[in-house]
Every structure is written in C-alpha cells, then in structure tokens.
C-alpha cells in the first residue's frame, strides 16, 4: 500500500530519506480498518469520501500534479475525554474531510478551489481508524508521529500544515 508508492518515488529521495519515510508510514500498517478515495475537481467530495462517520483517526492527503506524488496535509479527527472516550465529530472523519474548515472554508468547496489554483490533478486522500474495537491509540497522538517523522526528513510540515 504506502510503503511501494514511497518505494516508487525513492529515486527522488536520499536512502536515508527513504528509511524515514518507511518508518513514518509504519506507523499506519496496523490500522486495519483504513482505506482511500480520490478527490478532482469535478467530483463532489460527500460523494466521493469513503471514510466513516463513526470513528475518529488520522489522514494524509496527496497532490497529484503533473505525475508526481506530494504529501500536502497530514490531519485527525477526533479528541480523548478526561474519561477515556474518544470524541469524535458528528459524522466522524468522514464529516472532517467533507465539512471540515480548511482554507477559510468547509473543504468539499476548499479543496476544489485549491486543485484550481494550485493546477493540481487531484488529491489522494488516505484515511486510518486508529481508535476503536482494535486499537486505542488517540488521533492527535498518531497525528503527532506523523507529522514529525515528516519534519524530521523535511525540516517543515506539509505544504497545507499551517502550524501544529
């Protein structure tokens, strides 16, 4: 899954650069329940979302943009309870990619004008449910793993990644 797309793209990365990304990305392999959708400008993002509005985890979302591959955004859903539940939003990560505010707006129409602007294919959008029956490891924390394995090779966060 991830880790032969990161293999695909290693003749632009360092083999140290390489081992990092595995290792960021390892991270995710046991989230079994976890899949991926992809998002153009034409399409309309309720639609095309896969994720589910029952649970809380992280997602990594890709450009797609002149056949190359960038990780552009890495965020989560869902926050720990001093009582040990995990609070998640209305409708889950789908509801956090769909209406969640990104760019000064909800993302179903942010990201289509951010594929315009940014003449951008489409986005690859990766999502992993790191809380439920299986695993209990908390969305942020996961988050956290990520993006700084991502600083880490980068020595910046993701092009969308504001601040963390």
């Known amino acids: 899954m991830l880790?032969?797309?990161?293999?695909?793209?290693?003749?632009?990365?360092?083999?140290?650069?390489?081992?990092?990304?595995i290792i960021m990305f390892d991270a995710l392999t046991k989230y079994i329940n976890n899949d991926h959708f992809f998002f153009s400008a034409s399409n309309n993002l309720e639609e095309v979302c896969n994720a589910p509005k029952f649970n809380g985890g992280v997602y990594l979302v890709y450009a797609l943009k002149n056949g190359k591959?960038?990780?552009?955004?890495?965020g989560s859903s869902g926050k720990m309870r001093q009582n040990g539940e995990l609070k998640i939003r209305k409708n889950g990560l789908y509801d956090r990619l769909?209406?969640?505010?990104?760019?000064?707006?909800?993302?179903?129409?942010?990201?289509?004008d951010k594929l315009k602007e940014e003449n951008?294919?489409?986005?690859?959008?990766?999502?992993?449910?790191?809380?439920?029956?299986?695993?209990?490891d908390i969305p942020q924390y996961v988050e956290g793993l990520i993006i700084q394995s991502y600083y880490d090779l980068h020595k910046k966060l993701p092009l969308w990644n504001k601040e963390y």
């Open 3 to 21: 880790d032969n797309e990161i293999i695909k793209t290693s003749d632009r990365l360092e083999r140290c650069d390489v081992l990092i990304y």
């Open 69 to 74: 591959i960038e990780l552009v955004y890495i």
């Open 98 to 112: 769909v209406n969640g505010k990104q760019f000064d707006a909800p993302r179903k129409q942010s990201w289509k």
């Open 120 to 136: 951008i294919d489409a986005l690859d959008i990766y999502w992993f449910v790191t809380f439920d029956e299986v695993n209990n």
